[in-house]
């Protein structure tokens, strides 16, 4: 996957992208580094390495990447992964929290306390600890002159309440974006802005997991543009999000990006 856009655009920034082991995380990682950007990659739980998750890389960008892997659903997991970012960067321009997934289509007359706490912990708790972790880093880096930027994944099921099954998920990405806008409004004073992304129906592991062949047909003939995104599709919201050239005066915001799919 190449990007056509400066490739100097993140020279000199540090950025962390969670979940970036595959899909939408592995993407916008591939994007920030053909923009210029150290980038440290976090995995996620699957065992993997470094060149089966990004392949193809220049030997320029490969230098620029780190990757460590962990769960992020339990607190432990985030405080070691921000002590990779001190340790691997030495500080932090944009955080990128992607790391999130369904947990399973539970029904909501079979969720328990055990599905709640699994999947707020992982799709809304690691967001809040990770973003306030990154804070003092993200504030020192702002004070450089080009302000610092997270951007957080939410999901359209944030705004329609998703299918069947996936209440807390969709609930729990609405709290990311809420959270994202209280963020953005109380970090603004430190030159750290704060957005989100709104992927629509992407055609990733996610779904690969979650939804059958049929759902995906008959939600790719309902979308204006006629086909589901891919993971290629969202990068470009991410890095207009976190560069400030671009996007300076932007915070707060939740860009949706979903082909037509939903329009408000
Ligand atoms: N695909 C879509 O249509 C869609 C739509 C809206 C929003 N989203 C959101 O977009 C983000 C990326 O999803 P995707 O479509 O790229 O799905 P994906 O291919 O399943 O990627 C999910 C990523 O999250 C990581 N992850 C899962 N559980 C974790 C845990 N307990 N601790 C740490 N990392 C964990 C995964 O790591 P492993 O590889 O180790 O499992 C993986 O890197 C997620 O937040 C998802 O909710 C996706």
């Known amino acids: 996957m190449t990007f056509p856009f400066a490739s100097d655009l993140f020279a000199g920034r540090r950025v962390l992208v969670t979940g970036a082991g595959r899909g ?12 210029g950007a150290q980038v440290l990659a976090h995995l996620g739980v699957a065992e993997r390495d470094a060149a089966e998750s990004f392949p193809g890389l220049s030997p320029a960008e490969r230098e620029r990447l780190a990757v460590t892997a962990g769960d992020l659903a339990g607190g432990a997991g985030v405080e070691a992964l921000l002590a990779e970012v ?11 929290n992607n790391a999130g997934t369904m947990l399973g ?40 002159g080009r302000g610092a930027a997270i951007v957080n994944t939410v999901s359209i099921s944030a705004r329609t309440g998703g ?33 989100a992304v709104s992927p629509g129906t992407i055609m990733t592991d996610f779904h690969r997991r979650y939804s059958t062949p049929e759902k995906l047909e008959a939600t790719a003939a309902s979308i204006p543009m006629k086909r589901l995104g891919t993971a290629a599709d969202c990068v470009g919201a991410y890095l207009f999000l976190a560069a400030p050239e671009l ?12 082909g037509g799919q939903l329009m408000a």
């Open 24 to 35: 939408i995380g592995q993407a916008v990682a591939a994007g920030f580094l053909q923009g």
């Open 105 to 144: 289509r539970v029904p909501a007359d079979a969720v328990d306390e055990a599905h709640y706490a699994r999947v707020l912990d992982l799709n809304a708790r690691s967001v809040v600890l990770l973003s306030g972790g990154a804070v003092p880093m993200l504030r020192e880096a702002a004070q450089g």
């Open 247 to 258: 996007s300076g005066y932007v915070t707060g915001q939740v860009l949706e990006v979903n």
């Open 86 to 96: 001190h340790r691997r960067l030495g500080g932090l321009d944009v955080l990128v």
């Open 163 to 195: 299918s069947p099954g996936s209440s807390l998920y969709s609930a729990a990405k609405a709290f990311v974006a809420t959270h994202s806008r209280a963020l953005a409004r109380e970090l603004a004073p430190d030159g750290i802005r704060v957005n």
